[in-house]
């Protein structure tokens, strides 16, 4: 299979608290974007990062990139409510593959 | 700028019927990608127009799905016969620019349940 996995499958936590999710990826990538997707909503772009970068932040939110390893985390740093829903990874060089996903709970 | 449209938003058929799903791309996107998500499980890639032509469509199960994009705007993915593994929620994308160079924009998706 050309899929990865994603670790945790859920994770719940206190408002105010990071976050911290995992992708491992099988193929040889271009770059790695992130994805969230609240319940019955579509998909929306969060961050994207090149294969020949290690780390790169936008607002609350930090991904780093190993490809040696074959892996990426997404950090959400202060955590709110409005941060739960479903994150995935997607990757590939010639097209998408996405990852298995991580549940966020993010309690008041 | 309107972003990625799906129509209908939710599908409820009998197995064996057909239902025709659409995707409106934004506006200028050569690319436009079909995924789905079955039974919660992982996202899967279908396949991959670009303009009116199919680019990849190695995701695509079977020969129960037909897909289109003529005149290279709109999409349509048709399911004929229906059958109950086919439920799921079904993702259409456009970007730009091909696969992992730049952003896609993904629609709302449609959910079908086939009963």
């Known amino acids: 299979s050309q899929q990865g996995e994603e670790d945790p499958q859920a994770l719940s936590i206190q408002e105010g608290e990071n976050a911290t999710m995992n992708c491992s990826y099988k193929t040889s990538i271009n770059n790695l974007q992130w994805y969230r997707q609240n319940s019955g909503r579509g998909l929306v772009h969060l961050i994207l990062i090149r294969s020949n970068e290690r780390e790169k932040h936008s607002g609350r939110l930090r991904v780093t990139l190993d490809t040696s390893k074959k892996s990426s985390s997404l950090l959400i740093t202060a955590s709110r409510a409005a941060d739960t829903a479903s994150y995935f990874c997607?990757?590939?060089?010639?097209?998408?593959?996405f990852g298995s996903g991580t549940k966020l709970n993010v309690k008041p | 700028e309107a972003g990625v449209t799906q129509f209908p938003s939710h599908s409820v058929i009998e197995k064996g019927q057909t239902v025709t799903l659409r995707c409106d791309p934004i506006s200028g996107h050569d690319n436009l990608y079909w995924y789905r998500r079955v039974m919660g499980k992982e996202i899967k890639f279908l396949l991959h127009?670009?303009?009116?032509?199919?680019?990849?469509e190695s995701g695509m199960p079977n020969n129960r799905f037909l897909a289109e994009r003529t005149g290279g705007t709109y999409s349509t993915l048709k399911v004929q016969p229906a059958e109950l593994e086919d439920s799921g929620v079904y993702f259409c994308?456009?970007?730009?620019?091909?696969?992992?160079?730049?952003?896609?924009?993904f629609g709302q998706g449609t959910r079908l349940t086939v009963v």
């Open positions: 994308a456009s970007s730009l620019r091909a696969y992992m160079n730049t952003e896609a924009f």
């Open positions: 997607a990757w590939g060089f010639n097209k998408f593959y």
């Open positions: 127009f670009v303009k009116e032509s199919k680019q990849d």
